[in-house]
């Protein structure tokens, strides 16, 4: 018998426990040994619940049991559970989490701690919720050189983009909508402002180098400022809006960032829309191989949890290898990175944009009276930010992905 302790009886943590329940039959025939939750922790009670003579409130109890070999750290934030994690690890147990804020502050850390004592740090749950995407970087493309990673990486802002194309919705209205359906936090910063999806990328990027991104060196832009009228822009242009993590590797580091990219419909990342998510990995024989679905909600990322449980208990004292070493990631400035922008302008100031764009194919739409716009050639970002000073009437920009 496995036994394993849930920290944390939140959402994923409780979905963690439902994952185990009703799948038991199977997980224990994948795992060939009978799996208990021994402990729960939380600060609260939980009266009536199935689990409940096993709520315990103090971490100690869990941390010095013998027993429990396996830990689902379900909690979030970085303390107390980074201090609970590390302490389990040097004690040989494994930890399986969901905590991207965590994975992408002390991961490197985190893994070698647990070579070191003979277990595990897994967090496939940390970046695409139920999408398998850490596993796959780790066993199945191990052949690969990975050489660009790009994905949509947080389900909220994927659904508020897609109403707001939909429906010609604001983003205001859209965001409300989202938090009655529990799609988006009361506090939705981390996924609007597009940090959620930063550090996700961080943890890519840590993962197909081998070595530590720092995210908060990672240019991030969210979504606030996305328009109805940029939607209108992008459909007569035959485009889509996505909030898009990047990380290609180029001759002298990586090239990361969070942005909104205006995207070809025909393009397979332009058809995920709502809730899910996806990541498109392109390696340097395979080419280019997409993971898709929910990347966030209960169960799907309990699911990923419960997978690194399965793993952790098949390989009970044995250390698998994941190369993600502390020594830091060189990332290129941002301002070097090429790109084109679709750039909305007032009618006043189109001599002194022509002055500066030179001559450009432009846009003119008939609901839009006041405005125009028009695509860029390619240029890096520190050239386009010199013309934008340059001009006075520019309304907005996006970049754009062919």
């Known amino acids: 018998m496995v036994k394993i302790a849930v920290l944390g009886y939140g959402t994923v943590g409780s979905g963690v426990v439902e994952v185990i329940e009703r799948n038991r039959m199977l997980i224990e025939k994948r795992v060939g040994k009978r799996l208990e939750v021994k402990y729960v922790l939380d600060i609260r009670d939980f009266p009536g619940d199935p689990y409940e003579d096993r709520i315990v409130h103090d971490a100690e109890r869990i941390l010095k049991d013998p027993e429990v070999e396996i830990i689902c750290e379900t909690m979030g934030g970085i303390e107390p559970a980074y201090t609970y994690s590390k302490r389990a690890l040097e004690a040989g147990k494994s930890v399986c989490t969901s905590n991207k804020e965590l994975v992408a502050a002390h991961g490197a850390e985190l893994i070698a ?21 850490i596993r796959p970087l780790n066993c199945a493309l191990t052949a690969e050189r990975v050489v660009e990673i790009t994905g949509i990486l947080n389900g909220t802002t994927n659904y508020i983009l897609t109403r707001m194309e939909k429906d010609g919705a604001d983003f205001g209205t859209v965001l409300k909508e989202a938090q009655q359906k529990g799609y988006a936090e009361r506090n939705p910063e981390a996924d609007v402002e597009g940090y959620d999806a930063c550090r996700k990328i961080a943890i890519l990027t840590s993962l197909i180098a081998g070595r530590t991104v720092d995210f908060g060196e990672i240019h991030t832009e969210g979504i606030t400022g996305i328009t109805p009228e940029d939607f209108q822009y992008a459909r007569a242009m035959g485009r889509t809006i996505k909030l898009l993590a990047v990380s290609r590797e180029e001759e002298d580091g990586y090239l990361a960032s969070v942005t909104p990219c205006m995207l070809k419909k025909e ?19 395979l080419g280019e191989s997409m993971f898709y679905g929910k990347g966030a909600g209960k169960l799907p990322t309990a699911s990923a949890v ?42 006043e100031s189109e001599a002194e944009a022509d002055a500066v764009f030179g001559p450009v194919a432009k846009i003119r ?4 009276s006041g405005e125009y716009g028009f695509l860029t050639e390619p240029m890096t970002e520190r050239e386009f930010a010199g013309k934008h000073r340059k001009v006075s009437g520019m309304i907005s920009r996006i970049r754009v992905r062919d």
């Open 113 to 133: 701690l647990s070579e070191k004592h003979g277990c595990n740090y897994l967090f496939e749950a940390s970046v695409g919720g139920g999408i398998p995407i």
């Open 267 to 285: 393009v397979p990342l332009a058809l995920v829309n709502g809730v899910f998510n996806a990541v498109s990995v392109r390696g340097n024989t």
């Open 306 to 347: 419960v997978s690194d449980v399965v793993d952790c208990a098949r390989h009970l004292g044995e250390h698998m290898v994941c190369i993600w070493e502390d020594e830091p990631v060189r990332l290129k400035p941002f301002e070097e990175g090429v790109s084109r922008f679709f750039v909305r302008m007032k009618e």
């Open 365 to 368: 739409l008939q609901e839009l």
